[in-house]
């Protein structure tokens, strides 16, 4: 039975890869549903469309953002403006409201670099890696205090933030924002920091996708996906249904407090060559090239500690590495967002 406070849930971007995903659970899990999206012409920036889409709603599921990487400095006002000022916008109008529960879609991003630990020194924050050692092909970091390589190990959710583009500073803010929301009005914010989701959906190739669809895209027209460094980087790929269950999992789950964050993962980290590997042989080829090359801004590698989400959600992912892979291989992608 689901109590009244929560019968209707407002998803905004709920047109997106994820958003619809997590409308669908929420519908298939016996909510109404109120869709907001600026696809089909309402924005969250916008007070009087809130007033509109936020009438007997009881919580409030923010998947709504701008995404990636970005291309370079000019992409700094979008992500303020739709991230920072749109999550600001939206806590004014859920106080008007009285709406005292906010599900937010956060990332993995906020952590920065992953977490590892040195043989000698323990836990280590490894500096960001020069471009002189990734040109000689030293792609794994070392130990800021005694220079030995580091094991990396799954980061928890109290690791210290380090966001290092604008997209990251935007999902720590929004954090900020919404906790700075709980302690005003009394309500619960659940920050769920998504690690790389994968899915059917998924926006095709665009400067702003992740690594499973940019290789995705470039198998379906035939030429073999680019791996960078030695290909050894490990991610945790998460299936977008899982990532829709948890959602659904936060409407009730989470620790009372200002703010309670929860790495959403699938708990088997996998290399990006193993992705490419296992995306290329479901599509029939071309096989994977490692390139050896690089991009300066990214981190080697970030594996989630999932068993927060589990304890206190009831959250875990049920759809493996193999079987996701399997499906997405053929899947249909979005039309870039
Ligand atoms: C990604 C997202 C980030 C999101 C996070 C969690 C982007 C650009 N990054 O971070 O916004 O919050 O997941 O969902 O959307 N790579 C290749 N070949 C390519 C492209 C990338 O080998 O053509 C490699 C990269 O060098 C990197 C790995 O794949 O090692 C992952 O890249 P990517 O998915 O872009 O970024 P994440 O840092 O994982």
Known sequence: MIPPREAKVLVTGAAGFIGSHVAE???????????????????????????????????????????????NVADLPDYASVNVYGTAVLLAAMARHDIARLVLASSMVVYGEGAYDCPTHGRVRPAPRSAAALA???????????DSEVVYAGIEEDAPADPRNAYATSKLAQE??????????????????????????????TPYSGVAAIFRSALEAGRAPRVFEDGAQLR???HVRDVA????????????GLLAAY????????SVGDMAVALATHCGGPEPVITGGYRLGDVRHIVAAPHKAGAELGFHARIGFDEGMKEFATAPLACPE
Not at 30 to 36: P, Q
Not at 180 to 189: D, F, I, Q, S, Y
Request: charged share 20%; glycine share 12%; hydrophobic share 40%.
């Open 25 to 71: 659970a929420l519908e298939a899990a016996g909510h109404e549903v109120v869709r907001l999206d600026l696809r089909t012409g309402d924005d969250v920036r916008d007070g009087a469309a809130l007033d509109r889409a936020m009438a007997g709603v009881g919580v409030v599921v923010h998947q709504a953002a701008k995404v990636g990487l970005g291309v």
């Open 236 to 238: 945790d790929f998460v």
């Open 245 to 256: 269950c948890a959602n659904v999992a936060a409407l009730r789950g989470g620790r009372p």
């Open 136 to 146: 000689r092909g030293h792609f794994e970091p070392h130990c800021p205090r005694c």
């Open 263 to 270: 790495n959403i993962a699938s708990g088997q980290p996998r």
């Open 176 to 205: 900020h924002l919404a906790a700075n929301w709980a302690r005003e009005t009394g309500g619960t914010a659940v920050a769920l920091r998504y690690h790389n989701v994968y899915g059917p959906r998924m926006p095709q190739d």
